[in-house]
């Protein structure tokens, strides 16, 4: 069974930095592209960022471009967001998400986690 | 990266069929077949109903329907109920190569 746990959401000033963490089990991790995307508050989906299976291609939404880092670790199937420069508007739940295809585009998720918090405010 | 352009909301009844548009740019969903559609329940995770554009992941009842024309794409839900009522959302890859959403459509089950 394919699991997605997200963890390191916090309460964090504006400017600060957070790192998040996806561990994943259930499927041959390495195989396959994962992204973060971020529902803020009573708002839709956004995707944020997309790493593929060897970690060699990294993707991102102009909103984070610069201030967030996608990486992962295949040796612990875990997926990482590191997030500088917080502001207000980064507020919203962030999910991981498996890419439906073991490719290196991100296309469409088959399995999404439960989603932590981010909250920035002071 | 602008997102898509969804309905904010459609409506229908009990064993009705209803219709939600998305609409993209040449620079999405005109230029891939990489259109997919997901439905969430409140304070529930996305779930994925159709991808690349028509097909639906094993499990998702054969109610939802998905096309394509130009720059739009539809998701079409046959024979309503209760438990369809929720919110769907559109995305697309892009020539980008990332992915957009759309702004989301809530759909009532009258």
Known sequence: ?122 | QSALTQPASVSGSPGQSITISCTGTSSDIGGYNYVSWYQQHPGKAPKLMIYDVSNRPSGVSNRFSGSKSGNTASLTISGLQAEDEAHYYCSSYTSSTTLVFGGGTKLTVL
């Open chain 1, 1 to 122: 069974e394919v699991q997605l746990l997200e963890s390191g959401g916090t309460l964090v000033q504006p400017g600060g930095s957070l790192r998040l963490s996806c561990a994943a089990s259930g499927f041959t991790f390495s195989s396959y592209a994962m992204s973060w995307v971020r529902q803020a508050p009573g708002k839709g989906l956004e995707w944020v960022s997309g790493i593929s299976g060897s970690g060699g291609s990294t993707y991102y939404a102009d909103s984070v471009k610069g201030r967030f880092t996608i990486s992962r670790d295949n040796s612990k199937n875990t997926l990482y967001l590191q997030m500088n420069s917080l502001r207000a508007e980064d507020t919203a739940v962030y999910y991981c998400a498996k890419d439906l295809r073991g490719t290196a585009m991100v296309t469409v998720f088959d399995y999404w986690g439960q989603g932590t918090l981010v909250t920035v405010s002071s």
